[in-house]
Structure formats: C-alpha cells, structure tokens
C-alpha cells in the first residue's frame, strides 16, 4: 500500500486548509484512513478517521466541529477539511491507512506541515 499526500502549507489563524490522501496497492475492501499529526515535542497523535465501509468517523477532541473527514472510495481518497484553525494545530500531518484496525499494521505517507500563525 503506497499513501500519497497532499495539501497543507500556512495558513493564519482562523483560516482554512484541505489535505487529500490517495492510496494505492492492495488495500482490500475493508480499511480504515485517516490523519495523524506530530508536533515538535509531543507524540504522534489521531487526529481523524472513517472507516471504508459504513463511514464511521473518528476525531480528537481538540479538532471536533472544526475538522471534517470525508472519503472517496471509488478513488481510495480521503479529505481533510480543516476550517477556524489555531496555532495549536500547527504540526507535521501524516496520512494513514489500517487493514484492520489502528493497533494492527499501519501503512503511513509522507507527512506535510500545516502551519498556523497567530
């Protein structure tokens, strides 16, 4: 499974940006795809998922309401829409894709920065 990352960049706060995801190889009908994110000091955490089939969706606290998660499974693509974003959401963002479940094998993409400026 190969994962293709787009989007991110700096944005002031306030402001929005869009990151996309598009995996390729042998995913399976059945997966999970979402966005981690690493800030500088602090350990990699979920930010959100769905889930291929049914569309169940995952978000941290700290982006609920403000980030939304969409998916394109025809396209094996998944969208990030990050809209009223803070500071704190300035970290490196890493698309990833679970065949069953986060805590089994996890294939990961190039993280992109999203940076948010006071």
């Known amino acids: 499974v190969q994962l293709q990352a787009s989007g991110g960049g700096l944005v002031q706060a306030g402001g929005s940006l869009r990151l996309s995801c598009a995996a390729s190889?042998?995913?399976?009908?059945?997966?999970?795809m979402g966005w981690f994110r690493q800030a500088p000091g602090k350990e990699r955490e979920r930010v959100a998922s769905?889930?291929?089939?049914?569309?169940?969706?995952y978000y941290a606290e700290s982006v609920k309401g403000r980030f939304t998660i969409s998916r394109d499974n025809a396209k094996n693509t998944v969208n990030l829409q990050m809209n009223s974003l803070k500071p704190e959401d300035t970290a490196v963002y890493y698309c990833?894709?679970?065949?069953?479940?986060?805590?089994?094998?996890?294939?990961w993409g190039q993280g992109t920065q999203v940076t948010v400026s006071s």
């Open positions: 990833a894709l679970a065949t069953t479940t986060w805590s089994a094998r996890v294939f």
């Open positions: 769905i889930v291929s089939i049914g569309g169940t969706t």
């Open positions: 190889g042998r995913t399976g009908s059945s997966y999970r």
